[in-house]
């Protein structure tokens, strides 16, 4: 949403500017310099872009609109977590293998179906109890295997703003070339009345200010945007490998899910009464729903 947002005072901004300072407003619509400047960059995005992180682009368009993960999210998440921890410390680890085998059946994930939709945080946890299930690995490789998941999945992530930031930065290269092209056809019409070479000087100055403009006033902050809603992904993978550690290692759940609140940023970290408060209420809704 602050990216529609900011795109709107970014277009009033230089606009208004433009036609407080007198400028005629039509002038600026020059289509073949759009289709110069536009038309080039997607090519030149094509060129130089796997398949798959294209696809990946166009997927990640929709973070611009969901934004981070807010406190509830996370409150959920350790709720999640701390019922999972609970099934583990009454019956034992191998009770999770219905849970990570099956997750949309699971009547404890089920509960969570905004964590169902993250395929990545869902795979991520199932992944790594299913190894816990298995067994035969220390603590520290157990970690050293998550945190080498975790890593590949980051770099992969990044790379469609990685994209996003070089076709900005060749944007006023094409409003460059948008612009010679105009000086080529006022040459041609240089022996023409002064109000055509006018129009002509004019269509060829607004390809350098397209280029310019979609650089640093559009796609290179949508570029930095993409990559901050990216990394704020990581507090959320790392609280879910902080929980599952803390419990292999033997701690209760109350204390597992207590060392996967504390990696969390104080922004969105919910309090430890809160913590609390939210984990035990599906435990006091499902004693109520047993009673009725």
């Not at 056809?185 to 200010?209: C, K, N, R, W, Y």
């Not at 902080?242 to 209760?252: D, R, S």
């Amino acid at each position: 949403m602050l990216v529609i947002v900011g795109s709107i005072i970014v277009a009033a901004s230089v606009m208004g500017g433009f036609i407080w300072a007198g400028g005629p407003p039509l002038v600026l619509v020059q289509p073949s310099e759009f289709l110069v400047i536009g038309g080039a960059a997607i090519g030149a995005l094509i060129i130089g872009t796997p398949v798959g992180v294209i696809k990946a682009l166009v997927g990640q368009f929709g973070r611009f609109f969901k934004g981070s993960y807010s406190k509830a999210d996370y409150l959920d998440l350790l709720a999640m977590l701390y019922q999972l921890f609970k099934v583990t410390q009454q019956s034992g680890v191998m009770a999770l293998e219905a849970h990570v085998e099956e997750p949309q059946n699971s009547h404890i994930l089920n509960r969570y179906p905004k964590f169902l939709a993250n395929h990545h945080a869902l795979d991520f946890l199932t992944d790594s109890i299913k190894v816990i299930i298995l067994g035969g690995i220390s603590p520290h490789d157990l970690e050293a295997l998550m945190d080498e998941d975790l890593q590949v999945h980051h770099e992969q992530s990044l790379r469609p703003a990685g994209t996003l930031t070089r076709m900005a930065d060749a944007l006023p290269g094409l409003g460059i070339v948008a612009a010679v092209l105009g000086v080529v056809i006022t040459m041609q019409s240089i022996d023409g009345p002064p109000s055509e070479i006018g129009h002509h000087v004019a269509a060829a100055l607004v390809g350098t200010f397209l280029g310019v403009l979609l650089c640093y006033g559009f796609v290179g902050p949508m570029a930095t945007s993409l990559e901050n809603l990216i990394n704020d992904d990581a507090p959320y993978m790392t609280c879910i490998k902080t929980g599952l550690l803390a419990v292999y290692k033997g701690f209760p759940p109350a204390i597992a899910v207590e060392f996967a609140r504390r990696v969390l940023p104080h922004s969105v970290r919910p309090s430890f009464e809160e913590t609390e408060q939210y984990c035990k209420a599906p435990r006091a809704a499902e004693t109520q729903a047993a009673a009725a």
